[in-house]
Nanobody
């Protein structure tokens, strides 16, 4: 069984910064892609950023240059540093991690429960 625990959300003024964390625990053999998604009220969930085990990163155009995704493989943790936040960045942020629970198991995508980010003055 695998659990993802997110932290770091909250209320911040426009132009401010937040750092999100997502730690995976449980039966983990290996981790592939780690990423963050977000969902604003009335909108579909969208990709924010991903980081592969090989160190490649990918960002949504709307956050490139302001957000930075990083991972600590020893801690099975992914981070999202968010700078220069805008009101349109608000929403619930979910981490998504591709995990193999055994050497012969298939990779499965696991989701966190989400952490709220509010950007308002």
């Amino acid at each position: 069984q695998v659990q993802l625990v997110e932290s770091g959300g909250g209320l911040v003024q426009p132009g401010g910064s937040l750092r999100l964390s997502c730690a995976a625990s449980g039966t983990i053999f290996s981790i592939n892609v780690m990423g963050w998604y977000r969902q604003a009220p009335g909108k579909e969930r969208e990709l924010v950023a991903t980081a592969t085990s090989g160190g490649n990163t990918n960002y949504a155009d709307s956050v490139r240059g302001r957000f930075t995704i990083s991972r600590d493989n020893a801690k099975n943790t992914v981070y999202l540093q968010m700078n220069s936040l805008k009101p349109e960045d608000a929403g619930v942020y979910y981490c998504n991690i591709d995990i193999r629970t055994a050497w012969d198991s298939r990779i499965a995508a696991y989701w966190g429960r989400g952490t709220q980010v509010t950007v308002s003055s």
